[in-house]
C-alpha cells in the first residue's frame, strides 16, 4: 500500500520525529571530544554530562515512544478542553451536546458491544476451529490477508482466558518472559513448528512491547535464531486519527501495511547482525525512526552497563590524549 506518499507538503506536515529537537529543549549532537577538550581532567568537564543526564530526563527516546498522540483538534469523543468551553456560546452547546451522546449511549453502546464479543470469542472458540486473532490490532490488521499462529506472554485475567481459548482452535504459542526454562523451550517450540510444513506461520513481534508506531525499537533475537526465512511486515498507523491503541476516542484507525520481501540469514552473519538488518528494512520501508533503545526499559530499572559505557568512553579519550601528548 502506499497510503503515506503524497505530495511533500502534506508529508512535511506529517513528520513525526525531527533529531535533536522538541519543543521543550534543543539537543545539541557535539561529541565528548568536541565538548571536553583539555587533555587533563578538569571540574567542568561534568558539565557536559550533568547536561547529557538533563536532555535525557526531559526528553528521552525511549518514554515518548509510549506516549499517546495528542489529536489536533477535538473529535467529540476525547476529554473536552477547558480552556476553549466558554469560547462561544455554539461551542458550549456543542460540548454540553456531546457529552450527553458520549456518557448517555456511546459509552454504554461500546461497554455492551466490547461484554457481547468477549462472550461471543470465549464460547465461539471452544467449538470454531477457524476463529483467530480478535483483540491485538496488529493482528487483526494481518489476519485479514492469512492465518497465523501468534507467540506471546502470557496474562492473567480475561486475557488470559482468551489465549487459553485461542490455543484450543490453533497452536499458538505462549509463555512467561521471566521464566529461562520457557525462553529455551519456546526456541525449541519454534524450530519445531517452523519445520513441519503443516504448521501455520508464526506471527512474532520482536520488539516484545506496544509502543506508539513512532519508531521501532530494539528486537529480540532470540526467534531469529532457529534458522528460519523471515517474511517483513511493515505497518504505519496515520496519526492524524490517532495512535493504533484500543482505547474509546477515536473514530476510525487506518494504517498503511506493506509485506517486504523474504529475508534469510545468511552464513557470515550472527543473530544480532541479522534482526538489525531486519529491523533497518522495516523502519526504512514504514519511515519510523529506527533505535536501539531495548523497549523493556519503560518497565525495567536502567543497567549499569549504560553508565559504564560512558565513563568507558571518557576513560579512552584521556589516556589517548595523553598518550599521543607523550609521544610528541
Same mark, same amino acid.
Given at each position: 500500500?502506499?497510503?503515506?506518499?503524497?505530495?511533500?507538503?502534506?508529508?512535511?506536515?506529517?513528520?513525526?520525529?525531527?533529531?535533536?529537537?522538541?519543543?521543550?529543549?534543543?539537543?545539541?549532537?557535539?561529541?565528548?571530544?568536541?565538548?571536553i577538550?583539555?587533555?587533563?581532567?578538569?571540574?567542568?568537564?561534568?558539565?557536559?554530562?550533568?547536561?547529557?543526564?538533563?536532555?535525557?530526563?526531559?526528553?528521552?527516546e525511549?518514554?515518548?515512544?509510549?506516549?499517546?498522540?495528542?489529536?489536533?483538534?477535538?473529535?467529540?469523543?476525547?476529554?473536552?478542553?477547558?480552556?476553549?468551553?466558554?469560547?462561544?456560546?455554539?461551542?458550549?452547546?456543542?460540548?454540553?451536546?456531546?457529552?450527553?451522546?458520549?456518557?448517555?449511549?456511546?459509552?454504554?453502546?461500546?461497554i455492551?458491544?466490547?461484554?457481547?464479543?468477549?462472550?461471543l470469542?470465549?464460547?465461539?472458540?471452544?467449538?470454531?476451529?477457524?476463529?483467530?486473532?480478535?483483540?491485538?490490532?496488529?493482528?487483526?490488521?494481518?489476519a485479514?490477508?492469512?492465518?497465523?499462529?501468534?507467540?506471546?506472554?502470557?496474562?492473567?485475567?480475561?486475557?488470559?482466558?482468551?489465549?487459553?481459548?485461542?490455543?484450543?482452535?490453533?497452536?499458538?504459542?505462549?509463555?512467561?518472559?521471566? /521464566?529461562?526454562? $520457557?525462553?529455551?523451550?519456546?526456541?525449541?517450540?519454534?524450530? !519445531?513448528? =517452523?519445520? #513441519?510444513?503443516?504448521?501455520?506461520?508464526?506471527?512474532?513481534?520482536?520488539?516484545g512491547?506496544?509502543?506508539?508506531?513512532?519508531?521501532?525499537?530494539?528486537?529480540?533475537?532470540?526467534?531469529?535464531?532457529?534458522?528460519?526465512?523471515?517474511?517483513?511486515?511493515?505497518?504505519?498507523?496515520?496519526?492524524?486519527?490517532?495512535?493504533?491503541?484500543?482505547?474509546?476516542?477515536?473514530?476510525?484507525?487506518?494504517?498503511?501495511?506493506?509485506?517486504?520481501?523474504?529475508?534469510?540469514?545468511?552464513?557470515?552473519?550472527?543473530?544480532?547482525?541479522?534482526?538489525?538488518m531486519?529491523?533497518?528494512?522495516?523502519?526504512?520501508?514504514? /519511515?519510523?525512526? $529506527?533505535?536501539?533503545?531495548?523497549?523493556?526499559?519503560?518497565? !525495567?530499572? =536502567?543497567k #549499569?552497563?549504560?553508565?559504564?559505557?560512558?565513563?568507558?568512553?571518557?576513560?579512552?579519550?584521556?589516556?589517548?590524549?595523553?598518550?599521543?601528548?607523550?609521544?610528541?
Open positions: 500500500m502506499s497510503g503515506e506518499r503524497g505530495h511533500p507538503s502534506k508529508k512535511k506536515q506529517h513528520q513525526l520525529y525531527q533529531p535533536y529537537t522538541n519543543r521543550n529543549i534543543a539537543k545539541d549532537p557535539t561529541s565528548l571530544e568536541e565538548e577538550k583539555e587533555i587533563q581532567f578538569q571540574l567542568s568537564d561534568i558539565f557536559y554530562f550533568c547536561r547529557k543526564g538533563m536532555e535525557t530526563i526531559m526528553d528521552d525511549v518514554t515518548k515512544r509510549f506516549s499517546a498522540e495528542e489529536l489536533e483538534s477535538w473529535n467529540l469523543l476525547s476529554r473536552t478542553n477547558y480552556n476553549f468551553r466558554y469560547i462561544t456560546l455554539q461551542v458550549t452547546v456543542l460540548c454540553g451536546l456531546a457529552g450527553l451522546i458520549w456518557y448517555c449511549f456511546l459509552l454504554l453502546l461500546r455492551a458491544l466490547a461484554l457481547t464479543g468477549i462472550s470469542l470465549v464460547v465461539g472458540t471452544t467449538v470454531a476451529g477457524y476463529l483467530l486473532h480478535t483483540l491485538p490490532i496488529d493482528v487483526i490488521v494481518l485479514s490477508d492469512g492465518y497465523y499462529a501468534t507467540v506471546g506472554q502470557m496474562h492473567g485475567g480475561i486475557i488470559g482466558l482468551i489465549q487459553r481459548a485461542m490455543v484450543k482452535t490453533c497452536p499458538h504459542i505462549w509463555f512467561e518472559r521471566l /521464566e529461562v526454562k $520457557d525462553r529455551h523451550l519456546l526456541a525449541k517450540r519454534l524450530t !519445531e513448528q =517452523v519445520q #513441519d510444513i503443516s504448521q501455520l506461520p508464526i506471527l512474532i513481534f520482536p520488539e512491547i506496544c509502543i506508539n508506531n513512532t519508531s521501532v525499537m530494539m528486537f529480540k533475537k532470540g526467534s531469529f535464531e532457529i534458522g528460519a526465512t523471515v517474511y517483513p511486515d511493515a505497518i504505519k498507523y496515520d496519526h492524524q486519527f490517532g495512535n493504533g491503541m484500543m482505547t474509546c476516542l477515536l473514530w476510525a484507525i487506518i494504517c498503511s501495511m506493506w509485506y517486504l520481501p523474504s529475508m534469510t540469514r545468511g552464513a557470515d552473519e550472527d543473530a544480532v547482525q541479522f534482526v538489525n531486519v529491523k533497518s528494512a522495516i523502519a526504512r520501508q514504514g /519511515e519510523l525512526v $529506527d533505535l536501539l533503545w531495548d523497549g523493556g526499559l519503560k518497565r !525495567e530499572k =536502567v #549499569d552497563m549504560f553508565k559504564e559505557e560512558q565513563q568507558k568512553l571518557y576513560r579512552k579519550m584521556i589516556v589517548r590524549n595523553h598518550e599521543d601528548r607523550s609521544r610528541s
